[in-house]
């Protein structure tokens, strides 16, 4: 989730510029340094990360708890995260920038040998189906039961700045970046097959246990964390954990987000 965005002006004094490994990020990488200087992300008041939005996902782990906003600047192929981007002006462009803060996902996973496995989401925790056979699973939200037998691709937990991701390919609502919300979607859900997920609070603590684990293997993925093989997921909003982003005015995650409602 994010909080409501800061209106004062940014007065970044040092920028760090990150590439994703692609030509077209480490070109414009080069540019940049050479046009405004660049000091180690250490060092840095702000980063300036270049790539899509899996880079931008990336960057937003690596400087999780830092205090240090990412702008994002769109060089790759997808950039729903991604400001435009322009050489010019980019001191203006970060002075004026937005802030959203991204509150992440906690997932705490046992595998089936018994192992605890722990990652954070910005976007989703999905799990999915590791075989032919469907998955069977049983779904618990604040330690009640609420759907008993789940057979199904799979299924996800969508952060609203995750909604507009997977969650939306699954036929997920799409939340507005200020709700205290969560997206429960299930991934072709085969029995029950009318139920299309629910919408939580975002305090919610969702327990989702494998049934039949031996005979229906499946996975649990926290953004770019697999886990093979789980037995049991339990997922709930990260304790003092969050990301910092940097939106142009006029185009952040809001404003984006309503967009993409009007979409086709």
Known sequence: MAAPAHPSRNNFRSIAFLASPIDEAEDAHDRLITRYGGVDPDDADVIVALGGDGFMLQT???FMNSGKPIYGM???SVGFLMNE???????EHLQEAETAVIRPLSMRATDSDGREHTALAINEVSLLRQTYQAAKLRILIDGKVRLGELICDGILVATPAGSTAYNLSAHGPIIPINSPLLALTPISPFRPRRWRGALL??????????????????NAV????????VVHVHVEEAKGASALMLFDPGHN???RILAEQFGY
């Open 60 to 62: 937003l782990h690596r």
């Open 222 to 229: 926290a953004d770019h964390t697999e886990i093979r093989s």
């Open 74 to 76: 769109n060089r790759g």
């Open 253 to 255: 995650l809001d404003e």
């Open 85 to 91: 981007y322009s050489e010019d002006d980019l001191i």
């Open 201 to 218: 609070p975002s305090e919610a603590r969702i327990d989702i246990e494998i049934l039949e684990a031996d005979k229906r293997p499946t």
